[in-house]
Nanobody, 120 residues
């Protein structure tokens, strides 16, 4: 099971750090992706990190978001800086043993999501 936390309401230009914690298993062998879905829109890939630490980002968040993993804490983080209103969405983390990319259909298991709202 994956559990996301850290969402909330933030003003434009602000920052949030999302966490994706694993329960009942260790994350270190898995690639983890972050995805988001805004109302009326399809789910989109935001960032991912492989078991070896390689990272990938959507163009819309490059330079603003940073993904990292702390295997000792069994957690993957998404640091989000310079947030914009268009970043408003429910953010999900997902895991897969073999795939590491931004295609949501390839991921095997998902968290329940955390709401991020960027508004003044």
């Amino acid at each position: 099971q994956l559990v996301e936390s850290g969402g909330g309401l933030v003003q434009p230009g602000g920052s949030l750090r999302l966490s994706c914690a694993a329960s009942g298993f260790t994350l270190d062998a898995y690639a983890i992706g972050w995805f988001r879905q805004a109302p009326g829109k399809e789910r989109e890939g935001v960032s991912c990190i492989s078991s070896g630490g390689s990272t990938n980002y959507a163009d819309s968040v490059k330079g603003r978001f940073t993904i990292s993993r702390d295997n000792a804490k069994n957690t993957v983080y998404l640091q989000m800086n310079s947030l914009k209103p268009e970043d408003t969405a429910v953010y999900y983390c997902a895991g897969d043993l073999y795939y590491s990319g931004l295609n949501s259909y390839e991921y095997d298991f998902w968290g329940q999501g955390t709401q991020v709202t960027v508004s003044s």
